[in-house]
C-alpha cells in the first residue's frame, strides 16, 4: 500500500473515531439544546456569541460534514475538514453551553493531530505521526494525573465519595452489600493509588515503544469506561482513535 493510500487510511480510521466520540451523546445534547433555548444561560461577562444557543448546536453539528470531507475529500477538503473539527472543538471548549465537558478537550487536540495527519508531507508521516499521537494522548493523562495529586484522591476519599458512594451500576453497588465501609474506604484508596499511577504511566507516552503503548492506552481507557460511565467512551474515544490510526503511519517506512 502507497503512502497516500495508509494515509487516507489512518485519516479515516482517526475520524471515525473522533465522530464517535463526538456524537456519542447526541441524545442528551439534542434535549440540552431545547433547554437551552428555552433557558437560556444568561452570564453578561461573556460575549454574546459564547452564549448564543445557536452557536453552540452549529458547532456540534459542523462535524458531519467535516467528517465526510475527511472521508471522501482531496487533500483540500481534508485540511478545510480537519481544520473544521478543530474549530468545532475550540468553540465547545469555551462556549457556555458546552465547557464543561471534557469531550471538547480531547476532542480538540486530537484534531490538531488529524489536521497534522491531513497537511504533513509524506516523508514525515511515518517519522512522526506515531509519536505525536502519543505526545497528545500523553499530555491529557499528565493534565489528568496532575489534578489527581491532591489530599483527597491520593488518600481515596475522593473515589470513595464519587463512585463507591454514590454509583449504582456493578461493581460499587456489589461491594457497598459485600464489604464493610473501612473495606470499602480501603479498596477506594488503593483504587485511586491505581489511577494515579495509570495515568502518570501513560503520561510517558513519548519515550514509549508505540505498539506496546497503544495496546497499554487502549486497555486503560476500556478499564476507565468500564470502571466510571459509558458518557466517559465521549471523552475518551478520540485518544484511542489517533493512536490506533497512527500505526498505519508506521507502514510507510
Known amino acids: 500500500m502507497n503512502t497516500a493510500s495508509l494515509r487516507g487510511q489512518a485519516l479515516r480510521i482517526a475520524t471515525a473515531g473522533w465522530l464517535v466520540g463526538w456524537y456519542g451523546k447526541v441524545v442528551f445534547f439534542v434535549g440540552h439544546f431545547r433547554e437551552a433555548v428555552a433557558w437560556p444561560i444568561d452570564v453578561s461577562s461573556l460575549p454574546a456569541l459564547l452564549r448564543a444557543p445557536w452557536i453552540a448546536a452549529a458547532a456540534y453539528a459542523i462535524p458531519v460534514a467535516a467528517g465526510a470531507a475527511l472521508w471522501f475529500g482531496g487533500r483540500t477538503a481534508r485540511l478545510a475538514g480537519a481544520a473544521a473539527l478543530a474549530v468545532a472543538a475550540a ?13 471538547f478537550v480531547t476532542s480538540f487536540w486530537t484534531a490538531l493531530w488529524i489536521a497534522w495527519l491531513a497537511a504533513a508531507p509524506d516523508d514525515e508521516l511515518a517519522r512522526h505521526g506515531p509519536r505525536l ?3 497528545v494522548v500523553a499530555f491529557v493523562f499528565l493534565g489528568g494525573a496532575i489534578g489527581k495529586l491532591t489530599a483527597t484522591y491520593i488518600s481515596g476519599e ?7 458512594q ?6 460499587y453497588s456489589t461491594l457497598r452489600a459485600a464489604v464493610s ?73
Open 166 to 171: 454514590q454509583k449504582d451500576s456493578w461493581p
Open 181 to 253: 465501609d473501612s473495606t470499602l474506604r480501603a479498596i477506594a484508596r488503593w483504587f485511586s493509588r491505581l489511577v494515579i499511577a495509570g495515568e502518570l504511566a501513560l503520561s510517558l507516552g513519548p519515550l514509549a515503544p508505540h505498539r506496546p503503548y497503544v495496546w497499554a492506552a487502549c486497555a486503560a481507557i476500556g478499564l476507565m469506561v468500564l470502571s466510571s460511565t459509558f458518557y466517559l467512551f465521549s471523552v475518551l474515544a478520540s485518544l484511542a482513535a489517533v493512536l490506533v490510526a497512527s500505526t498505519w503511519l508506521t507502514r510507510t517506512r
Open 133 to 135: 499521537a502519543r505526545c
Open 91 to 103: 468553540v465547545g471548549c469555551i462556549h457556555v453551553e458546552l465547557f464543561n465537558d471534557a469531550t
Open 158 to 164: 475522593a473515589f470513595y465519595h464519587l463512585y463507591f
